[in-house]
Every structure is written in structure tokens, then in C-alpha cells.
């Protein structure tokens, strides 16, 4: 069946005379004078193969063929404003889907209250949250897998804009049966004679070198022992005295009994946190993430 080419205007100038059926109100609710109203009307009937009103003296109604299409005009001119609506929406990135990477440790900080801030303002639009590393961020990024990264220490790549939302300190996770842990504060360099259990360098290589340039700032070569891709995991191989390790502060929040956090020296030493898009990207639902993000209002 050929679908009938049917304007907007008509239908809407249809649907109105049938709660109207005076051409007189009907032109005046549409904002139109009366002879380009009858013009539409006909058109439609032109269309329809059979008149949609009668009309007499004072008098106009609908026709048989005319109740029957009022209900798919209806419904046609509903979904037209349901679409529009949601693709003016969409396009001032109001709603629609984004797809947001994070590092797991961001859990303990920024994490809850950005997402919480951004569906606040943007309850209609779905997030889809993929806990990665800041390595395969950056690559899912590049191949328009996720539209945000949150990520620490993202590499310098021309295709990457970043935008820093957190900076903290670095702190030492020793086993708290450790004679380091009777200290309260640790010299970076207390820790040259014990294996480091760190994140591999692939989950995140500008953070893994981070932590290789304090220690040999300190003055020594850290003696890498385990690793593992989750915070949880390294502080529980350190719990287990499998060795030491530098983190981010927000670790402290990881609960386990055998294991100790304590403040380092120098401790002039930061990790960033960053907020990283595709720079050319357009898509307006970045440009709000990005908005929540600042705070702004």
C-alpha cells in the first residue's frame, strides 16, 4: 500500500475543524484567515477521495470518512509532538544515551556525586557506565566506544581534550603488622627494600610511571613484585605482606584490617583526575556532562 503524502498543516487544520466545525473559530485558533483554511481542507479531501465534512448554512460535520480518520490524524499529530520533543531534547543534550568510562577508584570519590549531579539536572537521559582502566579509556574514547572518560594521568594526545575535576595526594599502603605502619608519616624512601604490588603500566602507563619517577626521586629503583587491575586487590596483597605500595588518598576508603595507609614525604606529590572527551566530538550530551561537571548552573 503507497503511504498518502499527507502535510502537517492539514491534518492539523483537520483535527481542529472537528472540534471546531466552524471554519470562522477554526481560522482564528490557527492564527490563518478563513480561504487558505478551506484550501487545506479540500487538499486533504483531494487526498482522502471523499469529503470529511459537510457543510450547510451555519452548519458544518464530520462525515463518515471524516470519524474515521480522525483518529489516526490525532495520533499521527501526538507522535509529531512526542518526536519533536525529544529530538529538540536530544539536540540541546537534554536526552538521549551517553556512554561514560571510569576508573574503579573514582567509586570512592568523585564518581557518585557527578553522576548523581549530571542525572539531576538530565533525569531523561540514559547513562551507561563501564568501570575500565585509564589505558582502554583512552582507546574506547578513540574508537567512539564511550563518550567520557573519567580517568587519572591521561596521556597528552592532540585527538583528547581533558579537563582536571580532582588532584590528590599520594599516600603508602604498608601491611599493618609492618614496622613501617608505627610510623605516621613515611619517607618515600622507608619503602626501597620491599616489592611494590602495583597496577600492570598497560592499565595506565603515565600513573604507573608516576609512582616509578617518586621512588627513583627518592633514590631508589622500586622492586616490583604483584600486580593487579583493582585498588581492592592490591590492598589485599599487600594485607597478605606480599609487599608495599603508593596510591591514590582515596584508597583509604578500602576497609581492611591488615593494612595501613599513611602519608608520605615529599608529599608535594599529586595524581590527577580528569574529565576526557574526543575534542572534535559535538555531541551536545558531552557538552552537559561537561557542564555538570564544572558545577556549572
Not at 537521559?125 to 574506547?140: N, Y
Not at 576497609?255 to 599513611?262: E, I, M, S, T
Request: net charge neutral; charged share 25%; with cysteine.
Amino acid at each position: 500500500m503507497d503511504r498518502p503524502e499527507l502535510s502537517f498543516q492539514q491534518l492539523h487544520a483537520f483535527a481542529v475543524l472537528s472540534e471546531e466545525l466552524h471554519f470562522g473559530r477554526t481560522a482564528e485558533r490557527l492564527g490563518i484567515a478563513q480561504p487558505p483554511l478551506s484550501q487545506q481542507i479540500r487538499r486533504l479531501e483531494a487526498k482522502v477521495g471523499h469529503p470529511l465534512f459537510t457543510r450547510g448554512p451555519g452548519a458544518v460535520a464530520l462525515t463518515e470518512a471524516g470519524r474515521q480518520l480522525l483518529p489516526a490524524a490525532r495520533r499521527a499529530l501526538d507522535e509529531i509532538a512526542v518526536g519533536l520533543d525529544a529530538a529538540r531534547r536530544t539536540g540541546s543534550g537534554e536526552a538521549g544515551r551517553i556512554r561514560i568510562g571510569f576508573s574503579a577508584s573514582l567509586a570512592l570519590t568523585v564518581l557518585p556525586g557527578l553522576l548523581r549531579a549530571y542525572h539531576d539536572r538530565f533525569p531523561q537521559v540514559e547513562m551507561e557506565i563501564r568501570e575500565m582502566t585509564t589505558a582502554p579509556q583512552v582507546t574506547a574514547l578513540h574508537e567512539h566506544v564511550i563518550d567520557i572518560g573519567l580517568l587519572r594521568e591521561p596521556p597528552d594526545e592532540p585527538a583528547l581534550a581533558t579537563e582536571t575535576i580532582l588532584s590528590e595526594e599520594f599516600i603508602a599502603v604498608v601491611p599493618a603488622a609492618h614496622p613501617l605502619a608505627a610510623q605516621r608519616v613515611l619517607p618515600i624512601r622507608a619503602l626501597a627494600d620491599e616489592p611494590f604490588v602495583l597496577l600492570p603500566r598497560s592499565a595506565g602507563p603515565m600513573f604507573y610511571d608516576r609512582i616509578l619517577d617518586l621512588c627513583r626521586s627518592a633514590g631508589f629503583e622500586p622492586r616490583l613484585g604483584q600486580q593487579a587491575v583493582e585498588w581492592q586487590t592490591v590492598c589485599a596483597l599487600v594485607e597478605a605482606g606480599l609487599g608495599v605500595s603508593l596510591a591514590p588518598a582515596s584508597i583509604r576508603q578500602i576497609r581492611l584490617k591488615g593494612v595501613a595507609y599513611r602519608r608520605i614525604e615529599p608529599n608535594n606529590a599529586r595524581t590527577t583526575v580528569t574529565v576526557t572527551w574526543r575534542r572534535d566530538d559535538q555531541n551536545p550530551l558531552v557538552a552537559r556532562f561537561l557542564e555538570a561537571a564544572r558545577g556549572e548552573p
